[in-house]
């Protein structure tokens, strides 16, 4: 049995408790799972070169084969107001030019930052498609 081992994977798997309850990310869980597997493998007297191949396999394949899980746990996107902008239309009041990074255009009374989805230039007055927000800019179309 080897006990500085021993101790070092206890070590391991309590800072990645202490990580885990910190941050909620179920990442760290994943490190504490596989301390646990390490540790009983040092108490059977196994190599550390084993133990620690152990461990980084464990990880990886708990990381691996749970991640699906994670994020069907986790919940899928969040829309919010803005998303809910997506497909309605908007008038450009500002020339769109991606390359001068300038354009504006009016959604619903409010002026945002309008860039052209495909890089084509918009002139003011256009009507045009909102088709993604990407933080507080409109990804807009022509409208055909």
């Not at 691996?64 to 829309?79: F, Q």
């Not at 919010?80 to 020339?95: C, F, Q, R, S």
Request: net charge neutral; proline share 2%; hydrophobic share 55%.
């Amino acid at each position: 049995m080897d006990l500085i081992m021993l101790a070092a994977w206890g070590a391991v798997l309590i800072a990645a408790v202490v990580i885990e309850l910190l941050t909620v990310q179920f990442v760290s869980i994943w490190f504490a799972c596989a301390s646990l597997v390490s540790m009983l493998m040092a108490g059977l007297g196994a190599p550390r070169w084993a133990q620690l191949m152990v461990f980084a396999v464990s990880t990886a394949l708990l990381l691996i084969l749970t991640r699906p899980l994670v994020r069907k746990l986790r919940g899928s996107y969040v829309r919010t107001n803005a998303d809910m902008n997506i497909g309605k239309t908007a008038v450009v009041t500002e020339a769109v030019r991606n390359e001068l990074s300038k354009g504006r255009a009016t959604l619903g009374g409010v002026s945002w930052i309008a860039v052209s989805e495909d890089g084509s230039p918009i002139e003011e007055g256009e009507v045009v498609t909102v088709k993604d927000i990407d933080g507080a800019k409109l990804i807009v179309s022509k409208n055909a």
